[in-house]
């Protein structure tokens, strides 16, 4: 077992590392996965994506889990601290933890940081691109860039059609949270609708 720890925790270590130093070399890690459109309205009428609250679908989960379980385990077997099942089970706890700890915080500190420090005028104009489609009549999710910050917002397509993941689109709106968005093709052939 001290090699699957030792693995872990090297791959966690090194994750995060880079997440650290890269400064927004992480944009991807708390990307949906995968292209579910199941919403759901919530008691304040914001939609939610399910998927959105998925930690097991984050990067960042995996990644802090890695390294809680693998630094936690190999420190335990190194010592001996405790028996072979002990610490298998404080390794998985603690990367558990560790894991849904980070992730939560990360989705808390988005969320209050998009309320908090965007205004409308910021991102009404601004370019982004899809990163979950946006289909007919539910929305999807595109990162935009304000102020040097990257920023995920649940959106919906006001050409009525579907903008597909790497799409490029700009805002015409905001309304409740939720970016309001064209193609930017289709916008540069015709006028925006607001």
């Not at 994506?49 to 984050?58: G, H, N, Q, T």
């Not at 990360?106 to 601004?126: C, I």
């Not at 059609?161 to 709106?173: A, Q």
Request: hydrophobic share 45%.
């Amino acid at each position: 077992m001290l090699g699957i720890y030792l693995t872990a925790a090297i791959i966690g270590v090194v994750l995060i590392l880079v997440s650290l130093l890269g400064g927004h070399g992480d944009h991807g890690s708390d990307s949906d996965a995968g292209h579910e459109t199941d919403h759901s309205e919530t008691a304040d009428g914001h939609h939610s994506s399910f998927v959105e609250w998925l930690p097991f679908l984050s990067l960042r989960f995996w990644t802090y889990f890695c390294g809680g379980f693998g630094l936690i385990g190999t420190l335990l077997t190194m010592l001996k601290m405790a028996g072979p099942t002990t610490t298998f089970n404080l390794s998985l706890g603690m990367g558990l933890g560790l894991g849904l700890l980070v992730w939560l915080t990360m989705k808390w500190a988005t969320r209050s940081e998009v309320g908090r420090s965007v205004a409308t005028d910021d991102l009404v104009g601004k370019t982004g691109r899809v990163l979950v489609a946006c289909r007919p009549g539910q929305m999807g999710k595109v990162r935009i860039e304000v102020r040097g910050d990257w920023i995920d917002l649940m959106a919906l397509d006001e050409g009525l059609g579907t903008l597909e993941i790497g799409e490029e689109v700009i805002v015409t709106r905001l309304e409740n949270s939720v970016a309001h968005v064209v193609g930017l093709h289709s916008a540069l052939e015709g006028p925006l609708t607001t």
